[in-house]
């Protein structure tokens, strides 16, 4: 009885089978792979099995009950590849220069999601890796591919957030207990704040600031507003690079300001960016600045890198669909 039954079930981490998107899929990947190409990217072909203790040795916090593992042959752990960054930034290193470089890879990555949340375990994904690309320089020819590819996505309305680890580390510095930010933060709790700062011995400047952060969001205008108030020197800076950063971007009308926003990985290091399709309620695609990364290579180079995250954006494609009706 239950071998019947499989044969009608698969596991629940799976995406199942894609039919109908995939001229949809194909034709997004085209067109992200005519825009890499414009800018010299090179399109690299990643392994899909990697050492856990690969990942372990790189991420600080790394928790491998969210990886799928296996024991190989050669009696190591071995887990389905969890990220494209980091493999690439092995290859770089492999390859004994300190020459610009620039990536590009298609494919999947699993990670173990919890139940209910809405989440694949199994997500396809496209993505870039600029590397040894110097600070400002660097975001900003990352950005102007990302800003070319958002028309060829088939979506409407989209918002391009900017965000910095550099403001998020700092104010951790300053105020202890990171995870507790991070979880007042993504819920842009002010109740939750509120008590955090009531819970803390800090300087009047700096509660007012903690106060407000949660609901930072918004355009240069909001960001001018919070540089001509700030004194803390690392905060201070953080916010003049996300400034400048906008100022020298080609495309503006779609950018705004999330001061709030917290590292999705744990190696960013400055400009963070998400991009949001009203039909999704996650990004599509996201990004940031790296520069420390390569450290754990004894290397000191700096990148910056972005992945499209295609399940998410085929998903706003069908809503967008539905909507226009």
């Excluded at 903690?210 to 609901?215: T, Y």
């Amino acid at each position: 009885m239950l071998v019947d039954e499989l044969k009608f079930l698969i596991p629940e981490e799976s995406n199942g089978v894609i039919t109908e998107d995939v001229s949809k899929l194909r034709r997004i990947e085209s067109n992200l792979r005519e825009i890499f190409s414009k800018y010299n990217v090179a399109e690299t072909l990643i392994s899909s099995f990697e050492y856990v203790d690969f990942y372990k040795s790189i991420y600080e916090d790394f928790d491998e009950d969210k990886v799928f593992k296996y024991i190989g042959r050669d009696g190591k752990v071995i887990a389905l590849r969890w990220d494209f960054t980091i493999p690439l930034a092995r290859h770089y290193f492999s390859q004994n220069t300190n020459k610009e470089a620039r990536y590009s890879y298609f494919g999947k990555v699993y990670r173990k999601e919890k139940k209910y949340t809405g989440r694949n375990s199994e997500s396809y994904q496209a993505g870039i890796e600029l590397i040894n690309k110097t600070g400002i320089e660097g975001n900003i020819e990352c950005l102007n591919i990302l800003q070319e590819s958002l028309p060829m996505l088939g979506l409407k309305n989209l918002k391009v957030e900017f965000g910095s680890a550099k403001l998020f580390y700092r104010i951790s510095e300053l105020v202890g207990n990171k995870q507790k930010l991070i979880e007042i933060l993504s819920k842009k709790n002010i109740s939750e704040m509120e008590k955090f700062i009531g819970s803390k011995n800090l300087d009047e400047k700096l509660s007012k600031f903690l106060f407000k952060l949660p609901r930072l969001c918004g355009n240069i205008d909001m960001l001018n507003n919070i540089i001509d108030s700030v004194e803390d020197e690392i905060i201070l800076k953080s916010l003049k690079e996300l400034r400048t950063t906008y100022e020298k971007t080609k495309a503006k009308d779609n950018v705004i300001f999330d001061l709030s926003m917290c590292p999705s990985m744990e190696y960013y290091t400055c400009l963070m960016f998400k991009v949001y399709s009203p039909n999704s309620p996650e990004p599509i695609i996201s990004g940031g600045r790296y520069d420390s990364l390569y450290k754990n290579f004894e290397k000191n180079i700096p990148a910056i890198g972005m992945g499209y995250y295609l399940n998410n954006i085929l998903k706003a494609i069908e809503k967008e669909g539905e909507n226009n009706d």
